[in-house]
C-alpha cells in the first residue's frame, strides 16, 4: 500500500521569499511521484514529476522538487514565490502495479504582498 | 474536446434525493478516475476504469455510489439517497496510458452540496 503525507496544512510567505512544501511517501516498492497545483477555481494541473533518473526535476513556474529516496520525501521549492503562486498543492505517488495516484491531503500555500 | 469537461459545475441537493455527475474525458483516453476531493482531506479516489477492463471500484465508500463508462467515453457517478457527507468536490481526469499517470488531465470539478 502507499501513503502520502504532506506535513504542512498550510504555509504562509512573503512575496519574492524562497518556500519550501514538504511531502513524505511509503511505498514498498518503486515509485513515481508527482506534485500538483490546483489553483483557485480550476482543476489540478501537473507541475512536475519524478519517474526515474536525476533526482532533481524541474517543473513549470520555476519550481522544482528532489527526490530523496532514503528519507522517502519528496518536498517542493521555488527560490522566490510570486502572487500568482498562491494556491493549493497536492503531493502524489503511485507505481509498483497501482496505476492509481495516491495523493496527501495538500498544502495551501499563501502569498502575501 | 480540449480538456477535461464535468457536468454541472455545482450541484445543491435535498439530503435523500440521489445525484448523477458526468465526466467527458479527453477523446481517445482509455483511463479514467474519479476522485472526491473533501475540505482539509486531499483527493480521495472513488473508482477508476481502464478501456474494456472491469472498473477498480475499491475506492467507493458505500453502496449509494456507483459509476459507469458507456462506450468506453463518457462516465456517470451516480450517488443514491445522499447525505451531508456526501458534500465535496468530485473530480473527474483521464489519461491515455495507464503506466504513467503523469498523463491524467483533470476536469474542474463538480461541487456538490447536500442541505
Redesign the interface.
Known sequence: AQSVT?LD?QVPVFEEAPVELRCNYSSSVSV?L?W?VQYP??????LL?Y?SGSTLVKGINGFEAEFNKSQTSFHLRKPSVHISDTAEY?C?V?GGGS????????TSLIVHP | GAGVSQSPSNKVTEKGKDVELRCDPISGHTALYWYRQSLGQGLEFLIYFQGNSAPDKSGLPSDRFSAERTGGSVSTLTIQRTQQEDSAVYLCASSSDRDIPEKAFFGQGTRLTVV
Open positions: 504532506q496544512s513515481y508527482f500538483y477555481n480550476q482543476g489540478l494541473q501537473l514529476k519517474l497536492f502524489a503511485s496505476y492509481i495516484p495516491t495523493f496527501g491531503r495538500g
